[in-house]
């Protein structure tokens, strides 16, 4: 079987791109090979994996082209992607990462390293100082691991070339994320050099994103699916839904691809679209994942085909999560909401719960308990999200409902694990679990209603299980 060769020669760089992961491949780089299509070709992509070779391995022996696979349902739509340039894996060769990054070519660093690679306190969002790939950097600048490592060693190097900084992009789903990912360059920059840092501060522009398309992790099968229908090998290949959706604040002081010509929508403020969709899809796909994974169900089609599931989703937009949300310019949220339970059950994408349950410690915060927050501010005590919180609590206690063991990954995963063995009774690990401030901040463990309520389902999940509690909770 011949494998997937690519056909134009590679693009001229002008972005960097930190993780050049599925969710990458299925978005920013199919954005960028619109945009070169229809105006300016020097925006290649240089993608940089901060830690396995897997990309490399699987791009460079193909010229970096892969395919993207459009799955809607009962329709398969399949396009070869040539908009990456280059791929290089940051420990084999750091100083290669930061010589593309300093280059006066490149304009944009845009990142999406999933939310532990902004090594931050998921509960304050300040950087955590002896985190150990920061306190590695801060020891070794020139030689960096994390990605504020590397920013700020590239934007140290262009400052002193004289060189115009580049434009900071993140595309990961955090809240805020262009100011969250400020802060930890800053925190970084003033630990190491504070001149450094106020000249950052002044100079270097971080526009925030919302970033929407649901992308499973590519399986085996995918692959030998292509392999048959298309006649060709692609171990880079990805998978993902038809719908996209990109929200950018315009500040890109030293130009960017015409991502607008691709659809990409461009706004002076994003805070309420990535409120919308942390909170509506980030907030019940986590729900789910958890909720689903103890419930036995593998993928969230599975979970959203059980009927209860489906009626938790709707309920929890409508009385739990919608309130919340402050109105987005050009955005219908009950239609919006309406249509990602039709996302979520489209049964050509195996999207699978384990992987969505991934990193809670990290999601829960901007997904579900800055809704809770905003929901007891209101006097009201959001029980289905409560269920959620203790369906993750159930989760990373480490056993099914079957008792078999849960590979539970998370950077807090021991921590978690023992928080909860430390305790007998559901009311003790509540507490304990409620304890670990990374995730909860004070706000809700002071609050009584907010422990008794999640005290409550937590119980309920370990006599009845994930399925009848869900069920009572939608009656
Ligand atoms: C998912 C997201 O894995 C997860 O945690 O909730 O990756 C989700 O599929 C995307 O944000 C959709 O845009």
Redesign the pocket.
């Known amino acids: 079987m011949p494998r997937l060769a690519r056909t134009t020669p590679r693009p001229k760089p002008g972005i960097v791109h930190l993780g050049p992961g599925a969710?990458f491949r299925a978005?920013n780089a199919i954005y960028t090979a619109d945009a070169m299509d229809a105006a300016a070709k020097d925006w290649g992509i240089v993608a940089v994996s901060l830690r396995s070779t897997d990309a490399r391995d699987q791009l460079e022996p193909q010229g970096c082209a892969y395919t993207s696979v459009t799955l809607a349902p009962g329709k398969t739509q399949c396009r070869v992607i040539e908009s990456i340039a280059a791929i290089l894996v940051a420990p084999e060769d750091p100083q290669a990462v930061l010589t593309a990054m300093a280059a006066p070519e490149t304009r944009i660093v845009s990142l999406t390293i999933t939310e532990k690679g902004y090594c931050h306190n998921p509960a304050t969002g300040r950087l955590e100082m002896d985190h150990p790939d920061i306190a590695h950097d801060l020891a070794a600048s020139q030689a960096p691991r994390s990605a504020p490592g590397f920013l700020v060693e590239a934007l140290a190097r262009r400052r002193a070339a004289q060189v115009q900084p580049f434009t900071a992009l993140s595309c990961d789903?955090l809240p805020s994320n262009g100011r969250l990912l400020r802060g930890v360059v800053l925190d970084f920059a003033r630990a190491r050099d504070p001149e450094l840092a106020g000249w950052i501060a002044d100079h270097v522009r971080f526009p925030s994103t919302m970033?929407?398309?649901?992308?499973?992790a590519t399986t085996a099968d995918d692959i030998a699916h292509l392999a048959e229908t298309q006649g060709y090998r692609d171990d880079a290949m990805v998978a993902h839904e038809p719908f996209r959706?990109w929200v950018i604040e315009d500040d890109f002081p030293t130009g960017r691809p015409a991502w607008d010509a691709a659809g990409a929508q461009f706004v002076r403020d994003v805070e309420r679209h990535e409120l919308m969709?942390l909170r509506c899809?980030?907030g019940t796909?986590?729900t789910l994942?958890y909720l689903g994974y103890l419930a036995g169900y593998a993928t969230i089609a599975e979970t959203v085909a059980d009927p209860a599931f489906a009626r938790l989703c709707e309920r929890l937009w409508a009385q739990e999560i919608l309130p919340t949300v402050p109105q987005p310019e050009g955005e219908d949220l009950p239609a919006y909401a309406a249509a990602l339970l039709e996302r979520y059950r489209n049964p050509a994408i195996r999207?699978r719960t384990w992987?969505?349950?991934?990193?809670g410690s990290q999601?829960l915060p901007q997904?579900i308990l800055g809704t809770v927050i905003d929901n007891l501010d209101r006097g009201q005590v959001p029980k289905g999200l409560c269920l959620a919180v203790a369906g993750w609590m159930r989760y990373v206690g480490g056993v099914d409902e079957g008792g078999s063991d849960i590979d539970v990954r998370d950077p807090l995963a021991n921590r978690l694990r023992a928080a909860s063995d430390s305790a007998a009774t559901p009311e003790d690990k509540v507490a304990a679990l409620l304890s670990v401030d990374a995730v909860f901040p004070e706000k809700l463990t002071r609050n009584p209603d907010f422990t008794r309520v999640v005290t409550r389902a937590f119980e309920v999940l370990a006599d009845r299980g994930a399925r009848a509690a869900v069920q009572d909770f939608v009656g």
């Open positions: 969710f978005f789903n970033v929407d398309r649901i992308t499973p959706q969709k899809l980030n796909h986590s994942a999207h992987q969505i349950a991934m990193d999601k997904r």
